[in-house]
């Protein structure tokens, strides 16, 4: 395969799969881990990515993905982390479920729970629910953002603020090095402090090309939250980080 063709194929596989490593590529496409090396870092001064440890991550730069890449990429890691944390929800608890394709996931597990109460502020997450008779739905009504059925504004936080959580299932854009949740719709920052602030405990679910992502918008950090639920060994420095913090990780691997 031409190096340009390579590097189009490269820059695709990070789209759909978030983070990808030197090794995995080198393997996929039968070339020496250096050529590799050399592809990534062109892609990187161009700012289609940004190198980390070992591989790289679809660049921050680009602002966030639209909902339907987002939806496709990882689907299987998505899966595993929403079967994880969905079974740490009892029955009967009270949960916030906040937007994303990853807590969307969670969504679709928790169809064979009983005697929830679920308030939401994504409409996609509301009609998943909808298929369990047994789950109270509250919407947290507010702006409707098109592009992933979001609700945001001041009725969404007017809303959260009416309850106190069981839990909280929230996702984010990216968490950087210092272990902060990041988004880059400012709306949804405010949403989600709230969201944390009134619950019990607060599961945040994100996989690995949420890792080292960065955004303008700071929610709070990984020390404010109770467990993580990703698909992937987090990288370098990070996993030190966060059992400083108290925060536990739950990797849920394949």
Same mark, same amino acid.
């Given at each position: 395969?031409?190096?340009?063709?390579?590097?189009?194929?490269?820059?695709?596989?990070?789209?759909?799969?978030?983070?990808?490593?030197?090794?995995?590529?080198?393997?996929?496409?039968?070339?020496?881990?250096?050529?590799?090396?050399?592809?990534?870092?062109?892609?990187?001064?161009?700012?289609?990515?940004?190198?980390?440890?070992?591989?790289?991550?679809?660049?921050?730069?680009?602002?966030?993905?639209?909902?339907?890449?987002?939806?496709?990429?990882?689907?299987?890691?998505?899966?595993?982390?929403?079967?994880?944390?969905?079974?740490?929800?009892?029955?009967?608890?009270?949960?916030?479920?906040?937007?994303?394709?990853?807590?969307?996931?969670?969504?679709?597990?928790?169809?064979?729970?009983?005697?929830?109460?679920?308030?939401?502020?994504?409409?996609?997450?509301?009609?998943?629910?909808?298929?369990?008779?047994?789950?109270?739905?509250?919407?947290?009504?507010?702006?409707?953002?098109?592009?992933?059925?979001?609700?945001?504004?001041?009725?969404?936080?007017? !809303?959260? *603020?009416?309850? %106190?959580?069981?839990? $909280?299932?929230?996702?984010?854009? =990216?968490?950087? /090095? +210092?272990? #902060?949740? @990041?988004?880059?719709?400012?709306?949804?920052?405010?949403?989600?402090?709230?969201?944390?602030?009134?619950?019990?405990?607060?599961?945040? !679910?994100? *996989?690995?090309? %949420?890792?080292?992502? $960065?955004?303008?918008?700071?929610? =709070?950090?990984? /020390? +404010?939250? #109770?467990? @993580?639920?990703?698909?992937?060994?987090?990288?370098?420095?990070?996993?030190?980080?966060?059992?400083?913090?108290?925060?536990?990780?739950? !990797?849920?691997?394949?």
């Amino acid at each position: 395969m031409l190096g340009k063709n390579r590097k189009s194929e490269i820059l695709h596989i990070a789209q759909i799969e978030g983070t990808i490593r030197v090794e995995d590529l080198a393997r996929r496409f039968g070339v020496a881990e250096q050529t590799i090396r050399r592809d990534l870092a062109q892609l990187s001064d161009t700012g289609q990515l940004e190198r980390v440890h070992g591989g790289a991550v679809v660049s921050s730069g680009a602002g966030n993905l639209d909902y339907v890449q987002r939806r496709n990429r990882n689907t299987e890691g998505k899966a595993r982390i929403g079967r994880e944390c969905a079974g740490s929800i009892p029955n009967g608890a009270t949960v916030f479920i906040n937007i994303g394709t990853t807590t969307e996931a969670v969504a679709h597990e928790l169809l064979t729970h009983k005697d929830l109460l679920v308030v939401t502020n994504s409409l996609n997450t509301a009609n998943i629910l909808a298929a369990n008779p047994d789950i109270e739905i509250v919407v947290a009504g507010g702006s409707l953002r098109r592009t992933d059925g979001g609700l945001l504004g001041n009725l969404t936080t007017q !809303v959260v *603020d009416l309850f %106190k959580f069981d839990h $909280s299932i929230i996702s984010c854009a =990216g968490i950087d /090095a +210092d272990l #902060d949740l @990041l988004d880059f719709d400012f709306q949804e920052v405010r949403a989600t402090k709230s969201i944390i602030r009134q619950s019990k405990s607060t599961f945040v !679910v994100a *996989d690995s090309s %949420k890792m080292l992502r $960065s955004a303008p918008g700071r929610i =709070g950090n990984l /020390a +404010d939250t #109770d467990i @993580l639920f990703t698909d992937a060994t987090l990288p370098d420095g990070m996993m030190q980080k966060a059992r400083a913090l108290g925060t536990s990780i739950n !990797v849920v691997q394949p």
